[in-house]
């Protein structure tokens, strides 16, 4: 049975920092683009980041986090994390671990399709 569980989400206030975690059992996480997702109140669910599973380990961010968020993998202990630096209040929502197919490349745009197995979710809210 595979499962992505999510921990680390919370309030915090405008500017501090959180990172997330997703550990991950059942399949094989080294064979797996990984992905983060978010969903605010109201809106439609949109891809954060995504880390491909080569050794190079290449990362992708949606433009609204691009050099506040950082995306990465520890496939010894088959988890990956998202840390968020200089949180704002739009940035809270849920936060969603992913894992891709793995014949699939790592992508913001279209990443919901490419998802094989979801997490369930961890809140993060953000207060000014």
């Known amino acids: 049975q595979v499962q992505l569980v999510e921990s680390g989400g919370g309030p915090v206030q405008a500017g501090g920092s959180l990172t997330l975690s997703c550990v991950t059992s059942?399949?094989?996480?080294?064979?797996?683009?990984m992905g983060w997702l978010r969903q605010a109140p109201g809106k439609e669910r949109e891809g954060v980041s995504c880390?491909?599973?080569?050794?190079?380990?290449?990362?992708y961010y949606a433009e609204a986090v691009k050099g506040r968020f950082t995306v990465s993998r520890d496939n010894a202990k088959n988890t990956l994390y998202l840390h968020m630096a200089n949180l704002k209040p739009e940035d809270t929502g849920m936060y969603y671990c992913?894992?891709?197919?793995?014949?699939?490349?790592?992508?913001?745009?279209?990443?919901?399709?490419?998802?094989?197995?979801w997490g369930q979710g961890t809140q993060v809210t953000v207060s000014s």
């Open positions: 059942g399949l094989l996480f080294y064979d797996h683009p």
């Open positions: 880390i491909s599973e080569t050794r190079s380990e290449t990362k």
């Open positions: 992913a894992a891709l197919n793995p014949v699939r490349l790592c992508s913001i745009p279209a990443m919901e399709e490419k998802i094989v197995y």
